[in-house]
């Protein structure tokens, strides 16, 4: 629920810490997988007898 006079002087409505904390944490998940991703696809192309497809 928005607070009408927090909005009304121009400032943020809280946000529960626990919130931003889980949402940081599924963020930087989400990219550390991406990564590891793509770097094992990487290194697997780049492998001549490759690692996951079989070459």
């Keep these: 629920m928005i607070d009408k ?3 009304a002087t ?3 409505p809280s946000v529960p ?3 931003i904390v889980i949402a940081s944490m599924v963020g930087t998940s ?5 990564f590891y991703i793509y ?3 990487a290194v ?3 492998s001549p007898h490759g690692l996951l497809i079989g070459g």
């Design 17 to 19: 810490r626990s919130r």
């Design 30 to 34: 989400i990219e550390f997988f991406d």
């Design 5 to 7: 006079a927090s909005t």
């Design 44 to 46: 697997d192309g780049m």
């Design 10 to 12: 121009g400032a943020a």
């Design 39 to 41: 770097a094992t696809a």
